[in-house]
T-cell receptor, first 112, second 116 residues
């Protein structure tokens, strides 16, 4: 399977803990995106990278959130001091030209 | 966050019927995309549209990029049970100046249920 992969698929954590998610894009894609989706809503943009450069960040990405793409391949999204409001599906997507974005299966985060 | 207006919110149809859903905005978009999402999974890209007025098909699916660049519709012909899911429109806003964002803005979704 050469699609976008995300790990883990599910994460349950206690409020106040830090969590980190990983995304591996489609191999030839240089653009990588993070979105967040809450129940009953469409995905909302968080941030994106072209190669290793983080080009845009949403106001949704508070100081507790940080994303990296150190070598322009995989990316990590870290949430520090998790809150119950962080519970959501975190989706990663990748693209070659920026138009067609292909999504991974997502990481479902539950903060208790 | 900003989301597109998508309608209808849900549809309950008989297998074999045709389906139509649309997405509207007060803003101009450079691209329109249509995705299908199954429970617990990520959205799957169905169709991408790049030019105003463009009409594109993918099997039983047909989508159009509105002439005003503020809307798009998706038609599904001869629905089958595996068409069940949530359909999202998504678009890339035309930003002021020369900057073109990659950011996708999503619609609120149309939940499709198909009965045999």
């Amino acid at each position: 399977d050469t699609g976008v992969s995300q790990d883990p698929r599910h994460k349950i954590t206690k409020r106040g803990q830090n969590v980190t998610f990983r995304c591996d894009p489609i191999s030839e894609h240089n653009r990588l995106y993070w979105y967040r989706q809450t129940l009953g809503q469409g995905p909302e943009f968080l941030t994106y990278f072209q190669n290793e450069a983080q080009l845009e960040k949403s106001r949704l990405l508070s100081d507790r959130f940080s994303a990296e793409r150190p070598k322009g391949s995989f990316s990590t999204l870290e949430i520090q001091r998790t809150e119950q409001g962080d519970s959501a599906m975190y989706l990663c997507a990748s693209s070659l030209r920026g138009f067609e974005q292909y999504f991974g299966p997502g990481t479902r985060l539950t903060v208790t | 966050g900003q989301q597109l207006n998508q309608s209808p919110q849900s549809m309950f149809i008989q297998e074999g019927e045709d389906v139509s859903m649309n997405c509207t905005s007060s803003s101009i978009f450079n691209t329109w995309l249509w995705y299908k999402q199954d429970p617990g999974e990520g959205p799957v890209l169905l169709i991408a549209l790049y030019k105003a007025g463009e009409l594109t098909s993918n099997g039983r699916l047909t989508a159009q990029f509105g002439i005003t660049r503020k809307d798009s519709f998706l038609n599904i012909s001869a629905s089958i049970p595996s068409d069940v899911g949530i359909y999202f429109c998504a678009g890339q806003l035309k930003e002021a100046g020369s900057y073109n964002t990659d950011k996708l803005i999503f619609g609120t979704g149309t939940r499709l249920q198909v009965f045999p």
